[in-house]
């Protein structure tokens, strides 16, 4: 599977964004995906992750106002992100797990499989 996220752009803090994650291959559908970001200068870190099963799972930093989906028929992982804030700013990634085990959802980068070019995500005070 191939990631491909998109919908990155400038905002003003308090407002949205949706980011979408598009990936080939016929077995989307059995992957964990994540999202992750990484601020100039900083470690790339976890966002939210949605299993096969559509359990999911956010950082701290941005629960209550980031959503995950993903839709399987379309091959597609979303981020919705809303009420953003300048300490959102950042290269947001998109990646897939292999993992048969529907309950435990990774949050280390390392241990993703797939990643795709980021989408930069810019918000201004």
């Known amino acids: 599977v191939q990631p491909q996220a998109s919908g990155g752009g400038l905002v003003q803090a308090g407002g949205s964004l949706r980011l979408s994650c598009a990936a080939s291959?016929?077995?989307?559908?059995?992957?964990?995906m994540g999202w992750f970001r990484q601020p100039q200068g900083k470690e790339r870190e976890f966002v939210a992750v949605v299993s096969w099963t559509t359990r999911t799972y956010y950082a701290d930093s941005v629960k209550g106002r980031f959503t995950i989906s993903r839709d399987n028929a379309k091959n597609t992982v979303y981020l919705q992100m809303n009420n953003l804030n300048p300490e959102d700013t950042a290269v947001y990634y998109c990646?897939?797990?292999?993992?048969?085990?529907?309950?435990?959802?990774?949050?280390?980068?390392?241990?993703?499989?797939?990643w795709g070019q980021g989408t930069l995500v810019t918000v201004s005070s």
């Open positions: 990646a897939a797990r292999v993992d048969r085990n529907p309950l435990v959802l990774q949050t280390s980068p390392r241990l993703y499989d797939y």
């Open positions: 291959g016929r077995t989307f559908s059995s992957y964990h």
